[in-house]
């Protein structure tokens, strides 16, 4: 049975080939634990749910579709400025808005096209 062609670390300006289904070479893994950790381990445990539970009550509609006239309940809390694990933040409620899935996530694929690494 043929095997599926492997594809390009997704690193910047790495042209190692990795298998398909892994996103980074073994020498840029390290640089990007965020594909490996879970959830949790990335702040978003139990007190994170609580508070997202709780902003989306005071803030139960989307905030882009709103600006476009839609009313669109709001499902996902964003982060305005990524805080790539800066736990200041992280919880700075200033940074947070709702948005409604769909937006959060044409919203999130924008910042993953072109992230910005800082080492």
């Given at each position: 049975m043929p095997t599926k062609p492997k594809?390009?670390?997704q690193h910047p300006r790495c042209p190692e080939l990795v298998p398909a289904g892994t996103k980074y070479c073994e020498k840029h893994k390290?640089?990007?634990?965020?594909e490996v950790r879970s959830a949790a381990a990335r702040g978003y445990g139990r007190a994170w749910q609580m508070a997202r539970k709780?902003?989306?009550e005071a803030h139960p509609l989307c905030e882009e579709c709103m600006k476009?006239?839609?009313?669109?309940?709001?499902?996902?809390?964003?982060?305005?400025?990524?805080?790539?694990?800066?736990?200041?933040?992280?919880?700075d409620m200033s940074?947070?808005?709702?948005?409604?899935?769909?937006?959060?996530?044409?919203?999130?694929?924008?910042?993953?096209l072109h992230p910005k690494y800082e080492y």
């Open positions: 594809t390009p670390c390290p640089l990007h634990p965020e709780k902003f989306l476009k006239g839609r009313y669109v309940r709001a499902t996902d809390v964003d982060h305005v400025i990524a805080h790539r694990g800066n736990a200041e933040l992280f919880w940074n947070l808005r709702a948005l409604c899935h769909s937006c959060h996530s044409k919203k999130t694929a924008r910042e993953d």
